[in-house]
C-alpha cells in the first residue's frame, strides 16, 4: 500500500515542477529574447516483482515505482522580430544548417530545433548569440539586444554586462549612439564613409545548444566551451544583425496555457490518490485494528 502512496507523492512533486516551469514561461511571454523552457519528465526504473512459493521464486511481473522531473529543457525557436528604431537595439536572425550524416544535404530539423539521425544520434540546431561578459571575465551568451551605451561609449547589455566584439574585447563606440549604424553581418560602419570600421560585434555561434545553462537574467553560460562547440560567427553563417529591431519571447501562449492546465489536473489527480490512502491507512489502523 505504501508503495501506491509514493508513487502518487512522486507524481505530485513532478507536476509541481511542471506547473511552476509553465508559470515561468507564462510570466516571460514579454521578456525580450527569452527563451521557453519545457519540463521533461521520466519514470523511475521498473522493478520486477516476485512471490516465494514453497522456497520457489516465481516472477509476478515489471512495476514502476513513480515518475520525477528530470531536467527542464530550453527551446530555441527565433522568436518574432518588433521593430523599436533605436540604433543600440539588435536582433539575431538566424537559419544555421547542418549536414545530414544520412543523406548529405542539410538537415531538416524539426520545430524544436531537432533531427534524430537513422543511427538514434540526436543532433540540435546549431543556435547564435550575442556574446557578452561579467564583471569576473566570464563569457556569456544572450539573445536580448536591448543595449545601453554608457558615458565612456562602452556598450552595455540589458542585465549590465559588457558587451563583446567579435574579437573578445568590450565594444566601444565613439560618437553619439545615434551616428551608430551596422550592416547585417554586425559590422560596425565608418559614420563618414559608410564603409566597414573594422570593428565587428561578437556573435557566438553555439554548435550544441543542449549544453547551456540558463543563468536568469536572459544569460545562458557553458560549463565546458569545447564540447558546446562555441566560436565567433564569421561571413558564412546563415544569419543576419538586425539593427533597431528586438527579438520577442518564443513561447507558444497555447501549448503553455495547456500544460499549466494538465499538470493542475494531474496533481489533484495524485492528491486524491494520496487522500485515499489516507483514509485506508486510517481504516487500517483505527478499525481494522480493534478487531
Known amino acids: 500500500m505504501l508503495r501506491g502512496l509514493y508513487t502518487a507523492a512522486a507524481g505530485m512533486v ?3 515542477r511542471r506547473h511552476d516551469t509553465a508559470t515561468q514561461n507564462i510570466a516571460n511571454m514579454n521578456t525580450t529574447g527569452y527563451k521557453q523552457v519545457d519540463s ?31 531536467q527542464s529543457v530550453s527551446q530555441y525557436m527565433q522568436g518574432d522580430m518588433i521593430e523599436s528604431g533605436k540604433p543600440v537595439d ?9 549536414t545530414n550524416p544520412d543523406t548529405g544535404g542539410n538537415i531538416a530539423f524539426d520545430g524544436s530545433g531537432k533531427y534524430i539521425t537513422a543511427d538514434g544520434e540526436t543532433i540540435y540546431r546549431p ?22 551605451v554608457d558615458p565612456s561609449g ?29 550592416d547585417g553581418q ?28 540558463r543563468d536568469g537574467n536572459g544569460v545562458f553560460h ?20 538586425r539593427q533597431g529591431y528586438l527579438e520577442n519571447s518564443n513561447v507558444d501562449a497555447t501549448q503553455v496555457t495547456v500544460d499549466l492546465n494538465a499538470a493542475y489536473r494531474a496533481y489533484e489527480a495524485n492528491q486524491r490518490v494520496v487522500q485515499y490512502y489516507d483514509r485506508s491507512l486510517d481504516k487500517a489502523v483505527n478499525e481494522v485494528g480493534r478487531v
Open 127 to 148: 543556435q547564435a548569440f550575442f556574446t557578452v561578459q561579467d564583471d569576473a571575465g566570464n563569457n556569456l551568451y544572450t539573445r536580448n539586444g536591448s543595449f545601453t
Open 14 to 16: 513532478t507536476q509541481q
Open 40 to 70: 521533461v519528465s521520466h519514470a523511475f526504473p521498473e522493478v520486477l516483482i516476485s512471490a516465494m512459493s514453497g522456497g520457489t521464486v516465481k516472477p509476478v511481473g515489471r512495476i514502476n515505482t513513480g515518475v520525477f522531473a528530470e
Open 90 to 98: 539588435f536582433a539575431l536572425s538566424t537559419d544555421l544548417q547542418v
Open 186 to 213: 554586425g559590422n560596425l560602419l565608418d559614420p563618414a564613409t559608410g564603409l566597414p570600421s573594422g570593428t565587428k560585434i561578437g556573435v557566438s555561434v553555439i554548435e550544441r545548444p543542449q549544453e547551456l545553462v
Open 154 to 182: 562602452q556598450v552595455l547589455s540589458a542585465g549590465g554586462f559588457k558587451v563583446l566584439d567579435a574579437s573578445g574585447n568590450p565594444l566601444v563606440i565613439t560618437g553619439s549612439e545615434d551616428n551608430l549604424k551596422v
Open 222 to 241: 557553458a560549463e565546458d566551451p569545447t564540447t558546446a562547440g562555441i566560436r565567433f560567427a564569421t561571413n558564412a553563417d546563415n544569419l543576419e544583425v
